[in-house]
């Protein structure tokens, strides 16, 4: 596998992570139930793209799943 592919999968799992941050801490500052419960399920669909990054991470970079392994994950 590329590095270059490598490195942009592993950006984009910053951004997902990110993400997941940035939307806890606006259900965590607002107070409508309604706003909240969209942004509760925004952010749960980020934890999927971040689940989906990790999985294609795993599969293209074999150091990094040997790491994964020994963690055992
Ligand atoms: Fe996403």
Do not use: P
């Not at 965590?28 to 989906?52: F, G, P, Q, T, Y």
């Amino acid at each position: 596998m590329d590095n270059k592919t490598l490195i942009a999968l592993r950006e984009d799992l910053v951004g997902e992570l990110d993400a997941i941050n940035l939307y806890q801490v606006h259900i965590d500052e607002i107070d409508d139930e309604e706003v909240k419960k969209v942004l509760a399920h925004i952010r749960d669909d980020e934890k999927e793209h971040v689940a989906e990054l990790v999985k294609i991470i795993r599969k293209l970079d074999a150091s990094q799943e040997e790491k994964f392994q020994k963690e055992e994950l």
